[in-house]
């Protein structure tokens, strides 16, 4: 069987990919520097398949330390969700956000080529759409301008995994753009554990309903949404993990490719409706005031998921619902995340 190396795979998403490609039957490798994240996520997916996963401590742009994980494993692909992701800490710390996020790709590619690795998937988002195209995204619109280092480090990084594979016939590419991931394994027991004060919806609206935090602030009520809040396209992590496993099963499957897909559901919900859906559910009360909005977001955002499903053959399986029930089953099993 197949072995994929997940570089970041500690974090929010790798540790569910991590999970699905076991359960799918590929090995998996975990190389994380614990920058925003915990081994114990991965030891919570070896209790949870019953599988062993090579871990190792490094730093991603490392060229040394990644060279010694290649020269010990036959490594078939790689997925790299290496990265820094706070928007806000992007725009007060853009050396470090474009050191980071830059130096660790270019690393893996070098590592890559010299051990004859021609494999990748990469870890963009929907925010290279920018604010010139219109909703719902395709993967045919070209990138936008971005708001943010963070977004411009994704564009960015598209960029040099295409000229990559444009200049070695034999490096095939997946470029996949997340959406907005939010839930949690069914289990409760991975799940996101954001450091401080959460920057993203869900992780703030399930800190409040545990008692962490007082209460939510929903930025701004006068889009031209029919709620006038924005809406957003929020895709489990469940799924979007299994995404990964059929995008590393066709990567496999080709001699060489470069494409672009986005995972997420298609369909926008706002952030009216996400409180509303969490505390029906849930049965549990999230305090909440409207204020004004948030600099630089945009009113709608949501996917043309098409072509993930006509290529991959992936589609979304979880409901709103799901989203809103899993989160709160993480957070309230695990209020303080890993730190427990
Ligand atoms: P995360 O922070 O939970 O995971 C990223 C992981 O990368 C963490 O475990 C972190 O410790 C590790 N890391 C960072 N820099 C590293 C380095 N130099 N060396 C080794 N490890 C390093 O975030 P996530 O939500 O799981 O996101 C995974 C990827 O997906 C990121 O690249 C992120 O930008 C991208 N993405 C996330 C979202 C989202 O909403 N969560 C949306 C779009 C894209
Ligand atoms: C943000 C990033 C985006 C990144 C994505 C995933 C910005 C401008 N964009 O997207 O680049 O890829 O996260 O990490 O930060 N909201 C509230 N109150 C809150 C928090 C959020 O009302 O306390 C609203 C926001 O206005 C937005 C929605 O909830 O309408 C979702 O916000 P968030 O989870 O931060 O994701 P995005 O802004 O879509």
Redesign the pocket.
Same mark, same amino acid.
């Given at each position: 069987m197949s072995t994929i190396l997940l *570089? #970041?795979? *500690? #974090?929010?998403? #790798?540790s569910h990919t991590a999970l699905e490609l076991l359960n799918a039957g590929y090995d998996v490798i975990v190389? =994380? $520097? %614990? @920058? $925003?994240?915990s081994p114990e996520a991965i030891h919570r997916v070896e209790r949870l398949t019953g599988n062993n996963i090579a871990l190792y401590e *490094? =730093?991603?742009?490392d060229t040394e330390a990644l060279s010694r994980i290649f020269a010990n494993h036959s490594i078939d692909a790689v997925i790299h969700? @290496? #990265?820094?992701?706070a928007v806000g800490e992007s725009v007060q710390k853009p050396i470090m956000y474009y050191r980071?996020n830059i130096d !660790?790709t270019l690393a893996l590619l070098e590592v890559m080529n010299s051990y004859n690795v021609k494999n990748i998937i990469f870890?963009?988002? *929907? !925010?290279v759409y920018g604010e010139e195209n219109k909703v719902p995204f395709a993967e045919t619109m070209p990138r936008g301008a971005c708001t943010n280092p %963070?977004g411009w480090t994704?564009s960015m990084m598209e960029q040099i995994f295409e000229d990559a594979a444009k200049a070695d016939d034999k490096l095939s590419v997946v470029l996949l753009r %997340?959406f $907005?991931?939010i839930g949690s394994h069914e289990s409760g027991m991975i799940g996101?554990d954001p450091q401080g004060i959460p920057n $993203?919806l869900m992780p703030y609206v399930t800190q409040v309903a545990v008692g962490k935090r007082e209460c939510l602030t929903i930025f701004g009520k006068d889009y031209p949404t029919p709620d006038g809040t924005c809406r957003r396209d929020y895709i489990h992590v469940v799924d979007l993990a299994k995404g990964h496993v059929k995008a590393i099963d066709y990567i496999l499957a080709q001699d060489k490719c470069c494409e672009i897909f986005n995972l997420g559901t298609g369909v926008p919900y706002s952030v009216t409706e996400i409180v509303e859906t969490f505390e029906r559910v849930n049965n549990i009360k999230v305090n909440h005031v409207y204020g004004p909005r948030r600099a630089g977001d945009l009113a709608e955002l949501y996917a043309n998921a098409d072509k993930a499903f006509n290529i991959l053959g992936w589609k979304t399986e979880k409901t709103l619902e799901d989203m809103c029930r899993d989160s709160w089953n993480w957070q309230k099993n695990n209020p303080n995340g890993y730190r427990n």
């Open positions: *570089a #970041g795979g *500690a #974090g929010y998403i #790798g190389v =994380d $520097n %614990y @920058a $925003n994240s *490094a =730093d991603v742009k969700f @290496a #990265g820094l992701k980071n !660790t870890s963009s988002s *929907a !925010t %963070y994704k %997340y $907005n991931p996101e $993203n």
